[in-house]
């Protein structure tokens, strides 16, 4: 037999409930990074959807040459690396969160933080390195 919702939730609840919780700094420098990431990630999208999704035939004229063209402006390659960068980092944090208050046994929680801290890292590595290391003229 399931047992209810509400008897898991008085039997396990989540850290950042307690009432004794005292957060370090660097627990609050993660808390105004995710309101500002997210502020600025919800403009960045809507940039990113309006220029993608929006204008002139929208998606369907996006190809090589239209990322070779756009990439070959040093302000769209920063803006794409910032997009990029900040939704890593503002989504991971948010896992770590998850992985904190719901994930009680501390070998788990050590597993699923490095796995997370690993997967952000080669993203950032592999996004980075496409968006340096573009180069128009190799494809097409």
Do not use: C
Request: neutral net charge; hydrophobic residues 50%.
């Amino acid at each position: 037999m399931a047992t209810p919702v509400r008897e898991v939730y008085q039997t396990h609840k989540p850290r950042a409930f307690e009432a004794d919780r005292n957060p370090s700094n660097r627990e609050v420098w993660w808390w105004f990074f995710m309101r500002l990431s997210g502020i600025v990630l919800f403009f960045l999208v809507l940039i990113h959807l309006y220029i993608m999704h929006l204008v002139d035939e929208g998606v369907e004229r996006v190809n090589f040459a239209f990322v070779a063209e756009r990439w070959d402006n040093v302000g769209w390659k920063t803006f794409d690396w910032l997009l990029l960068v900040l939704a890593l980092l503002h989504g991971a944090n948010g896992l770590r969160i998850i992985i904190d208050d719901y994930v009680q046994s501390p070998g788990k929680r050590a597993f699923l933080k490095g796995s997370l801290y690993t997967a952000t890292t080669a993203g950032m590595i592999m996004g980075t390195a496409v968006i340096v290391t573009f180069d128009p003229r190799v494809g097409g």
